[in-house]
């Protein structure tokens, strides 16, 4: 088995709680630290902290989907999102970077992040 997977740092994986508010609400989301370090870069890519990303990220599922079934996953799988298709692009600089960057600024911003659909 290759080492790049099996000789990663088992801080990396171990599991982090966070307290957050959604909606006006305490919760707790429970993620790997790799994926937190992950989300604070979308976050600052944002321009917004880790918190307000994660609310408005909620309030955009709930506009899109009437409900946030399982929050915790498809902040993992936007996570993948990012590093496969919207990191690569916004290191670019080309003019593939300024479509990805108007693609994936979120709502509150005043675009809409399509790329996470």
Not at 45 to 70: C, P
Not at 73 to 89: D, H, K, N, Q
């Amino acid at each position: 088995m290759c080492q790049i997977f099996a000789g990663q740092a088992p801080e990396a994986y171990e599991g982090q709680t966070r307290s957050v508010r959604i909606g006006g609400h305490s919760t707790s989301i429970r993620l790997e630290t790799a994926f937190w370090a992950v989300l604070e870069d979308v976050a600052a890519h944002q321009g917004m902290s880790l918190g307000k990303f994660i609310t408005t990220l909620h309030d955009e599922v709930l506009n899109i989907h009437g409900e946030a079934r399982n929050f915790t996953s498809l902040l993992r799988c936007s996570c993948l999102i990012y590093l496969a298709e919207i990191r690569p692009l916004l290191h670019s600089g080309g003019v593939d970077a300024q479509s990805a960057r108007q693609r994936y600024l979120c709502e509150a911003r005043g675009l809409h992040m399509e790329a996470a659909e």
